[in-house]
């Protein structure tokens, strides 16, 4: 009997042992949230370097979401952190507040823009630290923030428009290139614009600073060509979400959005196929009659845009394709001839196919599709003899108003006789 109350008591002082354990460990767990403040408790936000900023510090002893929200004496409340996963550390976390939270519109309010963060407006605020475990452990510290001459003018973008809504960037000089205006209201830290795509990828777009310098109030103005006109590769067509994006000193930013579709993008590529030409004959009698015969490769994914005279026309010596009813046209592709002793650039100019046979039309004009060849002959009839006999004749491949590549100039020269009878 003796050893079972032995037996007994000794199990009683085991089991207060562990009790007394289990409390001491108990008392002796930090709360999830400690030393928190925000100083000092008035800010004027307003970017003039004299109390703008405040403070806020707290301890976090095991790793929780955290929230940090003002709520006004109307009850509103503005969010500064919204449920951000922070990890519990013995070393305090310091945050400044500029005055400025989340995005929020006013009653009465309404803009042709989103506004993405706001400064608060002057007025006694309770601010709240919030902290939640994923265990459902809660903590909650408030205080109060008095905020006074808070600059509460908005980065406004007034006007922001995007003409034409659909552009091409090929250089066929058909909407090659889209106009963007917008009239900002304030001067700002940061204005940019930019097109968005389907997977978040931004295609910044350049300003032209002859209208306002950048970043200042006043009327901006973008001339978009797709990085074109740089050697650059456009962006891949589709439809996109033009973003204007403006941010002011204190933090306040504000975006406007449009759409811009881009069809038929590419950088073109073509060339004399080879860099060979025929000419035919090699000697002839004035009024003969010289011909060519080259091939044009489309080495590019995009259609280059071409017009006439057509393949097959036949000039006189004495004529040029103005005189033929035809003009220089911005953006076309044109095969021409020349010669060493030509008063003009390329005086005989022919299509890069035929009509419904090498091209296809888009929207009432003659293009050669992408990565397609097409023959082109022509031929010029001697009437006059030239200045210098023999001379030499080439051929080209013109991209009117844009360029002649170097490897389009004067492609396979052949000397040319010509004899007066």
Known sequence: ??????????????????????????????????NVSLTPALITPNANGRDDIAKITFRLNRTAYVSILFRDEGGTTYTFRDHVRVSGSDDPYELYFAGVVDGFVMPGE?????????????????????????????????????????????????????????????QDGIADRVTLNLDLKKDVESLQVYMLDAEGTRHYIEEDERVTRRNEAGWHTYDYDGGIDAGAEPPPDGTY?????????????????????????????????????????????????????????????TYLRTTGPWPGTTYRSDENFNTLGW????????????????????????GIGQPDKDLVQIDGYWYLPPFARSEVTGCVQIVEIPPRDPLYYWAGLIHEDVEIAPVNNRVDPHFITIWEP
């Open 1 to 34: 009997m003796a050893a079972f109350w032995y037996t007994f008591a000794m199990k009683r002082h085991w089991l207060l042992f562990i009790v007394l354990m289990l409390t001491l460990v108990g008392c002796g767990r930090r709360p999830l949230l400690e």
């Open 110 to 170: 309404a803009y042709p823009f989103t506004i993405v963060k706001r400064v608060l407006p002057d007025g006694l605020y309770t601010w709240e630290v919030r902290a939640e475990t994923e265990a459902g452990e809660r903590a909650v510290v408030t205080g109060t923030l008095t905020v006074e001459d808070a600059d509460t003018r908005l980065p406004a973008i007034i006007g922001f428009s995007v003409y034409p809504k659909t552009f091409s960037p090929n």
């Open 241 to 301: 979400t033009v973003v204007a994006d403006a941010l002011d000193r204190l933090g306040q930013r504000v975006i406007a959005t449009d759409t811009l579709t881009i069809v038929n993008a590419g950088r073109p590529m073509a060339y004399i196929l080879n860099g060979e030409v025929t000419f035919e004959p090699t000697t002839l009698v004035l009024s003969d009659t010289l011909c060519f015969t080259l091939t044009v490769e489309n080495d590019s994914g």
């Open 327 to 350: 003009s220089e046209e911005s953006g076309v592709f044109r095969v021409g001839v020349d010669f060493d002793t030509s008063l003009r650039n390329y005086p005989f100019r022919w």
